[in-house]
Nanobody, 121 residues
Framework: QVRLVESGGGSVQPGGSLRLSCRVS????????MAWYRQAPGKERELVAA???????QYRDHARGRFTISRDNDANTVDLQMNKLTSADTAVYYC???????????????WGQGTQVTVSS
C-alpha cells in the first residue's frame, strides 16, 4: 500500500520561512504529478503548487513568487519551500501524489496525513 508522509510543518512568525517535505513508501512503479494542497479552518482544500514528471510546475496565485516546489525522482520526494509567510498561509498542508501501483493499473491519487503550518506573531 502506498503511503505518503509529510514533515517540516510548525510555527513561524510572519515573514519567516518553512520547508515541507513529503516522502512515499510502499510498492509502486511510477509517480506522475506531485503536489501540495492546503486547507485552512472553515475553508475548502486548495491547490498550492504542483510539479509534473517532466519538471514543469504550476502555482496558485497566492504561492507564486514566494513558494518553490521541487521533486527528487530518485528519492521519490517532493519539497515545498515557503518564504515570506503570512497569517493567511496558516493551514494544514497535504502532499498529493498520482501513483501507478502495478503495471497496467490506472494511476491513483494518494494523500498524506497533513502537517500543520501556523504563521503568527
Amino acid at each position: 500500500q502506498v503511503r505518503l508522509v509529510e514533515s517540516g510543518g510548525g510555527s513561524v512568525q510572519p515573514g519567516g520561512s518553512l520547508r515541507l517535505s513529503c516522502r512515499v513508501s510502499g510498492s509502486f512503479i511510477g509517480i506522475s504529478t506531485m503536489a501540495w494542497y492546503r486547507q485552512a479552518p472553515g475553508k475548502e482544500r486548495e491547490l498550492v503548487a504542483a510539479i509534473f514528471n517532466d519538471g514543469n510546475t504550476q502555482y496558485r496565485d497566492h504561492a507564486r513568487g514566494r513558494f518553490t516546489i521541487s521533486r527528487d525522482n530518485d528519492a521519490n520526494t517532493v519539497d515545498l519551500q515557503m518564504n515570506k509567510l503570512t497569517s493567511a498561509d496558516t493551514a494544514v498542508y497535504y502532499c498529493n501524489f498520482v501513483v501507478q501501483s502495478k503495471p497496467g493499473y490506472p494511476f491513483d491519487v494518494f494523500w498524506g496525513q497533513g502537517t500543520q503550518v501556523t504563521v503568527s506573531s
